[in-house]
């Protein structure tokens, strides 16, 4: 959908390791291990370092919403050619740090698609951020997700 609004822009859609088809399809063995969010990062790294591309913008979505925070971690270290922070990073649908199993605090579970329709509901003008996380924990979503929205995570 991106794409198709913005046909100007350029876009480059990887499969981060254990994470797609691209190698098995194209008969090549997955990436060594360990697998982890900074190896993922490490991996995209490399290759927009070997196209020579230099993005204005990075998305991922859930885990990848992990990785391009990696990247942007990363940008210009370990001993390759130098990439320039990008302009913009947007992570959609993950929550920076630890993802517990079970969902938000006291068992709570935070559902996106309920999270979208609460903020889209939201009565505006608030007279602050108090306001909405008391809006958000009211209708049962774990206090860490109120205050990430609260704060501005939830719309990078």
Known sequence: ?????????????????????????????????????????RDILELLRARRVFP???????????????????????????LPRPVQVWVLDALPGEVRAGGGVDGAADRPGELI??????PLPLAGRADLIDYMTARGFSLPVARCHAAGGGRS
């Open 1 to 41: 959908m991106i794409v198709e609004g913005f046909p100007a822009w350029q876009v480059l859609l990887v499969d981060l390791r254990c994470h797609g088809e691209s190698a098995a399809a194209a008969g090549g063995a997955p990436a060594p291990g360990p697998h982890s969010v900074d190896a993922a990062a």
């Open 117 to 122: 329709a609460a903020l889209q509901r939201l």
């Open 56 to 82: 204005h913008m990075l998305i991922g979505h859930s885990f990848g919403g992990k990785v391009v925070m990696s990247m942007a971690r990363q940008f210009g270290g370990g001993g390759g050619a130098r």
